[in-house]
């Protein structure tokens, strides 16, 4: 899968949680679902492209 469909993915399920939020409400079951596989999207997508993640400094 190339970066630009795994953005799309990403967006079309943040539209879906948006919309069951709207529907069912934010913490209905239905959007925590969604709110976890958005989750899941985007930490692959972290750990797929972006590869290098900065740590917190505590200076």
Do not use: C, W
Request: hydrophobic share 35%; no cysteine.
């Amino acid at each position: 899968m190339i970066k630009q469909e795994f953005i799309a993915l990403i967006e079309n399920k943040r539209a879906e949680l948006i919309q069951v939020a709207i529907n069912k409400g934010l913490s209905s079951s239905d959007a925590i679902r969604y709110s976890q596989e958005l989750d899941h999207l985007i930490n692959e997508y972290n750990r797929i492209y972006l590869k290098k993640i900065p740590t917190t400094s505590y200076s």
